[in-house]
């Protein structure tokens, strides 16, 4: 579906010379895929643990969606472009689309935000 799109940004610059190149992009992969992975574990902690989850689930719902679908996204394009031994170009374009999906999610979410911040220290201040 996107292979025309990422053929576009990225050439296929693979050869024996870019091992290191690309066992340092499944590393990140690996790293982001993890991110991923706590990311949902942590949506649901929250959302089974805290009260102002319960109170906004639409909102709360839809923002841990848009963020765990960015990071599947993120974990596809770095796959891409890794494929092509392009991970560096990669990494410098996904700066700048994090950069715009935070204050996009900023904008938009700001309120679910501020609530999943407040749960997380309610939560750290309880454990001491």
Avoid: H, P
Wanted: charged share 15%; with cysteine; net charge positive.
């Amino acid at each position: 579906m996107f292979d025309k799109f990422f053929n576009m940004i990225f050439k296929d610059n693979c050869d024996n010379s870019n091992v290191v190149f690309k066992t340092i992009c499944s590393i990140f992969i690996f790293l982001i895929t993890l991110g991923l992975i706590y990311n949902i574990l942590m949506s649901i902690y929250l959302y089974n643990t805290c009260d102002n989850y319960k109170k906004n689930r639409v909102s709360q719902l839809l923002y841990t969606i848009v963020n765990v679908l960015y990071n599947c996204f993120t974990v596809y394009f770095m796959y891409r472009a890794c494929k092509t031994c392009n991970g560096l170009w990669g990494f410098v374009y996904l700066i700048g689309i994090g950069i715009i999906f935070s204050i996009i999610s900023m904008v938009l979410f700001r309120k679910s935000m501020d609530r999943m911040i407040v749960c997380l220290f309610d939560k750290l201040e309880n454990t001491k």
